[in-house]
């Protein structure tokens, strides 16, 4: 079992840019991707797929040349699936206020080498600040029953 929480941070280059010279918001959910990632299998201890990305928000953009701190966070587990929170924060590289720029919440599976579901170790919250943040990925795993339902029709 590895720890809970985990951080990515570099800076963002020219090459990262959108049309109107910030940011592009791809670039934002590879990094959000990424860093989920690296917490969850730094968690589980093997390989893990995206199964759901849930409601990004972009706050304020990101500049290029800033220095992006990726923060991941587990908040949930369930019998294969891991909810991570993640947070993308940047700053310009020589001050020391960072922008809350980015939240969602993405949830990986674990899974073994022919892509079945696998147990996952159990998280248990440690703290007020773990526990509400627990409460929060189960209310918005019981909002989300709602929009799937509704998704299928629009598959249906
Ligand atoms: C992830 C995957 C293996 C799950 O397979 P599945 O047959 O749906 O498996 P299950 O129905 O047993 O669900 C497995 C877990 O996924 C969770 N899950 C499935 N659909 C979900 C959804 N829409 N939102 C959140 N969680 C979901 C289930 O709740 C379950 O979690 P639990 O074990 O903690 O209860 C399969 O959906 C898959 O391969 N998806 C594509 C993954 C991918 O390519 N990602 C992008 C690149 S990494």
Sequence with gaps: MGTKSLALRFLAEPSDVNFGGKVHGGM???WIDQGGFA?????CGGYAVTVY????RFFKPIHIGNLVEIRSKLIHTGKSSMHIAVDVFS???EESHYVHNTH???IFVAVDKDNHPITVPAFFPEGE?????QKYAIRLMELRKGIEEEMQSFQA
């Design 28 to 30: 934002v959910m590879k």
């Design 39 to 43: 917490c969850a299998v730094n968690w």
């Design 53 to 56: 990305v849930g409601g990004i």
């Design 91 to 93: 700053k310009k590289p």
């Design 104 to 106: 969602c919440i993405i």
């Design 129 to 133: 600040e773990e526990i509400r943040l």
